[in-house]
């Protein structure tokens, strides 16, 4: 009678932990207010406010020269993306134009 006894409070042992954390809310989300972009005038990868509209507004020269980029880990460069309409209907248009390798948004930012 006592291993019938261990199980029922092992149960509910379980079932209080289990409700313990039901109330919890997951921690806000940070919004991101800058992004990496590629200059198509000089190719260069920048660091700039995120916009909505691309290609966006080049901070220092007024210009609409920023294109979202993407980064490849193999040659460990920032490249201009399509944007998401092309990037949906173009299978590949996320990997690298040199070496092929998938990129990523995860990457050491530009200075």
């Known amino acids: 009678m006592s291993a019938k ?3 029922r409070q092992a149960a509910a042992c379980l079932l209080l932990l289990a409700a313990i954390g039901c109330g919890e809310t997951a921690p806000p989300v940070a919004e991101v207010t800058q992004s990496v972009y ?3 005038d000089t190719m260069q990868a920048i660091v ?3 916009a909505t ?3 966006a507004v080049h901070p220092v ?3 609409r020269t920023l294109q979202p980029a993407l980064y490849c880990p193999k040659c460990e460069r920032w490249h201009a993306i399509p ?3 092309q990037i949906n209907r173009k299978p590949g248009a996320t990997r690298c134009p040199k070496t092929g390798a ?3 948004a995860d990457g050491p930012w530009p200075e």
């Open 5 to 7: 006894v261990n199980i």
């Open 38 to 40: 590629v200059d198509t």
């Open 48 to 50: 700039a406010d995120t």
């Open 53 to 55: 509209q691309t290609p």
């Open 61 to 63: 020269t007024g210009k």
């Open 83 to 85: 944007s998401v309409e």
């Open 102 to 104: 998938e990129m990523t």
